[in-house]
């Protein structure tokens, strides 16, 4: 069964306005961790933003911020003010067991249109 | 500061031929991955290792080994190789533990792997 999914392949966001990529996971460990990757096309994988499963407050990091809802196995990503260098594949992942192993979505892709 | 660096970045295979792939980190992390990524599918684990001399096995092993004998490089061999290993393999390390921080994966560059 699919871990980590990202329903949203690709999305066109305006410059300066904001985006939400959402992720959905499935675990039944009660200690988990999620994670956003951000991957431009020059191939890097950068990381962004981390949640923990008991972590009581949405993680927040400059312009990107997890919206994480426990109960409904949902930590979307919600990008500020988008800029043209936005433009990028982001992956959701989680973490789960005792090996720090992460578990990867398909990705999505956001264009940022001028 | 290097982080992680993976050799060669590109690598073109005839069926059959063996090959290997080289992640060397210089953050003394314990935790080391070999993942592959295809289009569509994300990035997949193929092996793993939580430190020197273990190795296990991840999602998409087939096809594939690893060797770690030393904390900071991890080894990933083609013993025979097929048009599907075509990929982009990525390397990563991470200390592990239980702060959040710790949790986070550094990756290298990615290796481009084309089987003919």
């Known amino acids: 069964a699919q871990k980590i999914t990202q329903t949203q392949p690709g999305m066109f966001v305006q410059e300066k306005e904001a985006v939400t990529l959402d992720c959905t996971y499935d675990?039944?460990?009660?200690?988990?961790?999620l994670f956003w990757y951000k991957q431009p096309s020059s191939g890097e994988m950068i990381f962004l933003i981390y949640?923990?499963?008991?972590?009581?407050q949405n993680a927040t990091e400059g312009r990107y911020s997890l919206n994480f809802q426990k109960a409904r196995k949902s930590a979307n990503l919600v990008i500020s003010a988008s800029q043209l260098g936005d433009s990028a594949m982001y992956f959701c992942?989680?973490?789960?067991?005792?090996?720090?192993?992460?578990?990867f979505g398909a990705g999505t892709t956001v264009t940022v249109r001028a | 500061n290097a982080g992680v660096t993976q050799t060669p970045k590109f690598r073109v295979l005839k069926t059959g031929q063996s090959m290997t792939l080289l992640c060397a980190q210089d953050m003394n992390h314990e935790y080391m991955y070999w993942y592959r990524q295809d289009p569509g599918m994300g990035l997949r684990l193929i092996h793993y290792s939580v430190g020197e001399g273990t190795t296990a096995k991840g999602e998409v092993p087939d096809g594939y080994n690893v060797s770690r004998l030393k904390k900071q490089n991890f080894l990933l061999g083609l013993e025979s190789a097929a048009p599907s290993q075509t990929s982009v393999y990525f390397c990563a390390s991470s200390t592990g533990g239980l702060s959040s921080g710790a949790n986070v994966l550094t990756f290298g560059a990615g290796s481009r792997l084309t089987v003919l």
């Open positions: 675990t039944s460990d009660p200690s988990y961790g």
């Open positions: 949640q923990g499963s008991y972590d009581q």
């Open positions: 992942a989680m973490r789960e067991g005792p090996d720090y192993k992460l578990s």
